[in-house]
């Protein structure tokens, strides 16, 4: 007896320490990515940083890494700042993040895989839910593309696109629609996201070219292929301006 009680005590330090790593990495995750969504409307106007106080990091279900604290934290900071500032958070929210680490090391599929990931969850993110449980699907083959950022655009339009479609928040089925092609969808899509922040400000239709339609591998879907167009678009508009 005293032997099953040594063993269960040995056995619950363990779990406890576990847990306090976790929540540890978690926290630094929080902290740092909450600064990156606080400052980010800033830092891409070149104006001075902002001045802010990080929340307490919550007790997030489902988060257990650097990451998911982090992605959680970005969020955060980014509605915050919209909140204070009077800045409608659908006009900076809906731009896709990136991992600056890998960047400039990341292949086109690490950018799939994070970009999905964070697609998927986005909801459930931005509305402070728990993680979705998902897999993220095989890395597609794209002429001629082997880019983080890219990848990473892919994936967060895919993975949003799926929750979508599982959890029915949207849809852009329609008679027209199911007899377009993918790249119909690309070339729909884009215009509307490069043209999106100026057609919500009642501004001027921008001018631009939209990119030759990527080809995917196994895919020639209309929604998907807007979907894709439509976060291509705005990341674009948002580099550039």
């Known amino acids: 007896m005293r032997y099953v009680t040594f063993i269960f005590f040995i056995i ?24 990156a969504g606080y400052c980010e409307y800033n830092s891409k106007h070149s104006r001075i940083k902002p001045i802010f ?16 604290g982090y992605k959680y934290g970005f969020i955060q900071g980014r509605k915050d700042f ?3 500032h009077s800045i409608d958070d659908d006009e900076i929210e809906d731009v896709p993040f990136y991992n600056s680490n890998k960047m400039d090391k990341g292949s ?11 697609g998927y969850c986005y909801y459930n993110l931005k509305h402070s839910r728990i993680k979705p449980i998902f897999i993220v699907p095989i890395c597609p083959i ?16 895919k993975g949003k696109l799926d929750f979508a479609e599982k959890h029915q928040t949207t849809s852009l089925d329609s008679e027209d629609n199911k007899y377009k092609s993918f790249c119909d969808g ?16 009642h501004k001027f239709k921008p001018i631009f070219i939209v990119p030759i339609c990527p080809i995917v591998s196994g895919i020639n879907d ?12 705005k990341a674009d508009f948002a580099d550039k301006h």
């Open 82 to 84: 919209a909140r204070k």
């Open 222 to 233: 209309y929604n998907e292929g807007y979907a894709y167009g439509f976060t291509r678009g």
């Open 142 to 157: 794209v002429s001629g593309i082997n880019d983080y950022k890219d990848g990473y655009s892919y994936g967060f339009a």
């Open 108 to 118: 086109f599929c690490d950018g799939w895989k994070d970009g999905y990931e964070v």
């Open 12 to 35: 619950s330090i363990l779990i406890f320490n576990n847990v306090s790593a976790q929540r540890s990495e978690v926290k630094k995750g929080w902290d740092e990515g909450y600064e």
């Open 53 to 68: 106080i990080v929340p307490i990091c919550p007790i997030i279900v489902g988060a257990h890494t650097f990451d998911d």
């Open 186 to 201: 690309w070339e729909e899509g884009y215009e509307a996201g490069y043209c999106y922040y100026n057609l919500k400000h």
